[in-house]
Nanobody
Framework: QVQLGESGGGLVQAGDSLRLSCAASGRTFSSNPMGWFRQAPGKERQVVATISWNGRETYYVESVKGRFTIFRNNPKNTVYLQMNSLKPEDTAVYYC?????????????????????WGQGTQVTVSS
């Protein structure tokens, strides 16, 4: 059974940092894109950052550029999201996602529909 397990969320103040981790089990995603999405109350799930199989290509939504960094450790089958200078508008449930398509591709995959496996989500709350 394939599972994505997220950790690292919490309640922080504006300007603080958090690092989210997502460990995959049940299969390896070392040749596939992975990403982080978030969903705030009453809003649709949106992409935050994505990373290609070898980490050479990354994508960030405009609102997090310069503050968030996505990176991965393929031997550990894990993807991370380093979040600095957090703002109240970053408050959301953050989801890790993994795709089974596009092996060894450096194209961008930013749609929810591009991803086949999802974690359970981890809450990030930023107070002002």
């Amino acid at each position: 059974q394939v599972q994505l397990g997220e950790s690292g969320g919490g309640l922080v103040q504006a300007g603080d940092s958090l690092r989210l981790s997502c460990a995959a089990s049940g299969r390896t995603f070392s040749s596939n894109p992975m990403g982080w999405f978030r969903q705030a109350p009453g809003k649709e799930r949106q992409v935050v950052a994505t990373i290609s199989w070898n980490g050479r290509e990354t994508y960030y939504v405009e609102s997090v550029k310069g503050r968030f960094t996505i990176f991965r450790n393929n031997p550990k089958n894990t993807v991370y999201l380093q979040m600095n200078s957090l703002k109240p508008e970053d408050t959301a449930v953050y989801y890790c996602a993994a795709s089974t398509r596009a092996a060894y591709s450096n194209s961008r995959y930013t749609r929810v529909a591009d991803y086949d496996y999802w974690g359970q989500g981890t809450q990030v709350t930023v107070s002002s």
